[in-house]
């Protein structure tokens, strides 16, 4: 039996745009939207962004449900479309709808960390260049500003970016986000106005003198060589570069990794930036690192190195033979990647406060789980999940200053593209009828939290 702190949080995610859908109020068109109008027959059963649990008509009832699980917490976000549907415009009823909402998790006694960007892109700033556009970035740090100001007191935590770079990846360098293409130059500059878009909203934080913590979300795939061979090691050196503690480095406190911009040089890939911006970059410092932790990531060198393109195809990742994978995702589970983030944090990262953003276990057609009574016996999330956990005690048992775990999802929720067909949440969903049940691990949830132990 493990035994977590009486402070530690136990809770869970979500995020607007995958819980929102239309909504409740007037929202502005985004990219999933325009990605699911061209292409809807890459989208899971054919099913877009519009249907979702529908969190805004049903928040009460799911924020009740929360609560009797007992979450400490919970991280959520704004949607930028919802706030600004044209960019410029402020839409009155989003904010009442907000305010309610937000509300409704501090009746409750919920801890509320509120992200301001979750693969949210509103289709106007990307038809203006999206990241790599200065005026859309300002647009941002305007959008930022009006929600610290209108929500600072009620929200407890915020975050700006969540797994910010995952986007740039799946929209400029493969195809799960729009606009599905591939264009490494162009995935660098959306990256650093990404880059710049965080630090520009931490700068206007610190002016405004707000005191809640501030942090960042990032998807920290832990990297290893897949072998001990000199160019397997460098071949790790370099992805960590461009994907793990390069961008995060950069996100946590404005440190640019020299392998990374000696690569980009290579390539002739630098993108376009000023003395200026570097130095609000470089004076970036957050309060919190939230990661999100499902799949280490295993890499070795490429075979015909000659032929890359670019930094990233030196590179490449494999899932060995013999790795445990969750099938439905194709996604390995390795609980253990995280007692190296959590000692990389402690030693690398000034053991800044941090806490499990997202983890969790996406699995198809859970109905054929479903007992007798109706209850879905999750019994592989339960396992999942202990099995995470007493990785997070260990670590934390060295030192390392984990504060909190939330489970993806709280309930179930759209997802990019594969729509409703991996299922997350300690709640299912029933898309006919919009009711709502626990499925088993939410009262395995509900114990743990109760006594704060894993039993393994
Ligand atoms: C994270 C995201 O990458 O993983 C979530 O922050 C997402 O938005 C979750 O839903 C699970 O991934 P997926 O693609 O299976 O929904």
Redesign the pocket.
Known sequence: MLKFPKNFEFGASI?AL?TEGHGCTKTGLNTFDAFFDKSPELFFNQVGPQLTCDITTYYKEDIAMFKTIGFDSLRTGFAWARLFPDGETLNEEAVIFYHDYIREYKKNHIKLYMTLF??DMPLWAYQEGGWSSRKVINKFVKYAEFVFKEFHDEVDCFVTF??PL?PVFEGYLGKRHYPGIWNPQEAIKQAYGIFLAHSKVIKLYRKLKLKKPIGVVY?WNYTYPLSNKPQDLKAAQLHDAYVNRGPLDIMFNGKISSLLIESLKEYNLLPPYSTEEIAIIKDTKIDFLGI?Y?FPTRVRQVDNIKSARWGLEEVVAEIPKTANVNPF?GWEIYPEALYDIGMTIKNEFHNIPWYIA?NGI?VENEESYRDQSGLIQDDYRIKFLTNHLQIIKEVMNQGSNCFGYHM??ALD?W??R?AFK?R?GFIEVDLTDMSRRFKKSAFWYQELIKNKEVHD
Do not use: I, L, P
Request: charged content about 15%; glycine content about 4%.
């Open positions: 995020s995958q979750h693969f969540n797994e995952v998807n999100n499902y995702r997202e996406g993806w999802a929720c997802s990019f594969n991996n997350y």
